[in-house]
């Protein structure tokens, strides 16, 4: 593809995905990612870091050297999607066995979804080159062993505007953690759930290459992503150049869960928010880019049930937060209040509080009931896994939206709604009565990345 030709996208003539250079200008905090398709013009995506330090001693400076090049190539999934060419070259730097399997797996699990839909099988395809004597970097040890940089005791937290990033926010708050909130946009919503933290604030920008949207329109592959890790990747960046020695989200267990196709299997729309990438990543970033910066999720060891429960405790964010996704897209609609009503995102946010908040406060949050709309029952049915899948969204598992409205069912304030009166009338004779008690969805979990300490200190909390 030539650069003259570059708005005749041919999706299926493209041979190669490059990995050009990238770059950092500490004067301005912009880092450069440069990509292109053969020898098509460069994609040029820019990441934008306020306040970082002008001059970093030399070891950090190469931690962050490091972690730039994986940002790189962790953000490159946004272009290499437009085409999945069957050739993938990186043309400024050598990468090794451990960091293409790393980036196999991310590219490969992450854009499952975006297969799924349009009908593509990447396994085996998705083959990043390695060098089999790559040099290693400058503050590298031996087997290419990150060192230790000093960094201060200070949480960078990802706050999406949500439930699940405030209960964290809180968690912390609440054992003494020194903390700073941080997001990555626009977002007007997101910033003013930050505000009302009163913590400090960083907000590091993201411009996509511009020719993407128009490949789009052209007819390139098109789909989900694992943003998750792209972020993970942009603030690991973000807190080496602020010397923080901890990059901290909010995902739940329940991430780790897809949803099951019949004839395909498991398909995990967040797979990037599960166990296995937090795993996956986080080694890599204390082994091979600081060995003192912790990457965890601190709900991990929760399910999104769990977190509910914990989010009910407080109505501090009770006018500020939501988990609606039509808030948050690159482009597209936005609802005209805080909560369309409609999506899994407001269905299952919805039907996970109910337990644990009095009604009236709910459906003030939300501007109506959710349940007692007969229009809703199609979205209840996928979160139940009832003659449907658990929907591609940031949602619970089926057996926590199963227990929830069974609860319900047992209450007089909701078991007359319309969902949960048709629940209890036609889904709750077809179950096991071991599978829907609540309590047993509230237990903690033992597999997590949060450091000992501190989850030594933060265990009574989640469990109360």
Known sequence: MSAENALNFERDAIRAFRFVRCEFDPQTGVAR???AFDDGPELVETVTVPGAPFVLEPA???AVERALRLLHLIAGVSYYKAAVPPDIRIDSYAIDADTAALLETIYLNGLGEFAYRNGLNLHGRIRFPVDANP????GEGENNSAPALGLREHALVAIGGGKDSLVSIEALRGVGVEQTVTWIGGSQLIKACAERTGLPMLNPGRQLASQLFEYNRLGAWNGHIPVTAVNSAILVFAALLHGMDQVVFSNERSASYGSVIPGTGEVNHQWSKGW???RAFGDYVQTRIAAD???YSLLRPLSELAVARQFAKTDRYDAHFSSCNRNFHILGERPVNRWCGVCPKCHFVFLA?????PKPRLVGIFGRNLLDDPAQMPGYDALLEFQDHKPFECVGEGRESRAAMAALAERPEWRE???VERFAREIRPQLLDAELPIEPLLALDDEHRVPAALWSRLRAHFAA
Do not use: G, N, T
């Open 276 to 278: 296995a990438f937090e």
């Open 33 to 35: 990612l440069v990509y």
């Open 417 to 419: 709604d319309e969902i």
């Open 135 to 138: 040099l290693p970097d400058e």
């Open 60 to 62: 950090r400076a190469a």
């Open 353 to 357: 509080l109910a337990p644990f908040m």
């Open 293 to 295: 910066l912790k990457y």
